[in-house]
């Protein structure tokens, strides 16, 4: 007797694995609709957030004060980094004061703002996705409906008004630590003295520079505040989903960060 032949389970096999880059993309443009409707639900409703100021003061708090000692430390040695790079590159073509011109065009323009975003994508974009989604979980959510409580209002508005209220402060402390620490960087390891980074900083300064840092750092406090709420509504499966839906925020706003910043680059600049 001859074996049976395998040329159905490899037709299976073959057909599920062409299926899969449907399945993404449906699930993608899914998910997708799904977050512009959260998002249109919020604006559509906007004019409930002031029942609830108290929870966007304590969100403020949450994001900004908190996240203070972080955003100090990257800062800091981003300052550091780019000024002893800088000076080691092209301390041998250029005048000194041309490195205290780098640190605070790259600082203020791309530095501080993405590099905040990124951090604070796994701080505060964690941290948001694991409260809802424990709420979620736990069946607070569905309490809060019960009590007719509008949950977008009440929970994910606070959260996105807050991100884009508290990360432009932040990134605005994050330049002046950052321009700080490329001096002392400069100084004590490059050599330069200080003087000549700050007439470079002097040279180099335009107010647009700050002005469009501060543009990324609101467009990225939305991405990640609302990704996060979106992504902590959608929680299922108890601890597990939980666990899941954290991740997934990380990474989708890390990716979602870069990818607005080209863009943001290419319109703005």
């Not at 993404?24 to 997708?32: A, D, Q, S």
């Not at 509008?150 to 002046?176: E, H, K, Q, Y």
């Not at 200080?194 to 750092?217: C, H, L, N, P, W």
């Amino acid at each position: 007797m001859t074996e049976p032949s395998n040329a159905p389970t490899l037709l299976s096999r073959t057909a599920e694995l062409f299926s899969q880059p449907g399945r993404v993309i449906l699930t993608f443009f899914e998910h997708l609709g799904r977050y512009m409707g959260t998002i249109g639900w919020m604006l559509y409703n906007f004019r409930n957030a002031k029942e609830y100021s108290g929870n966007i003061l304590q969100q403020m708090v949450m994001i900004g004060n908190n996240s203070i000692p972080i955003v100090l430390f990257v800062s800091t040695f981003v300052g550091m980094v780019t000024a002893v790079q800088s000076s080691y590159q092209l301390y041998e073509w250029i005048p000194r004061t041309v490195v205290g011109a780098l640190v605070t065009k790259s600082v203020l323009l791309e530095l501080t703002p993405l590099l905040t975003a990124l951090v604070l994508a796994g701080k505060v974009g964690a941290t948001i996705t694991a409260e809802l989604g424990t709420m979620r979980v736990t069946e607070q959510i569905d309490a809060l409906e019960a009590l007719a409580f509008d949950p977008v209002s009440f929970l994910i508005t606070p959260r996105v008004l807050a991100g884009i209220f508290m990360f432009p402060i932040l990134v605005i402390f994050g330049d002046l630590v950052a321009l700080l620490g490329g001096m002392f960087g400069a100084a004590t390891i490059a050599g330069i003295p200080v003087e000549a980074f700050i007439d470079g900083m002097k040279d180099s300064f335009e107010s647009r520079d700050a002005f469009f840092g501060i543009i990324k750092a609101t467009v990225f406090g939305f991405i990640i505040t609302s990704v996060s709420c979106y992504q902590g509504f959608q929680v299922q499966g108890g601890s597990e989903g939980v666990g899941k839906a954290t991740m997934n925020t990380v990474v989708l706003t890390c990716l979602s960060v870069v990818v607005m910043d080209f863009i943001l680059a290419s319109v703005l600049l």
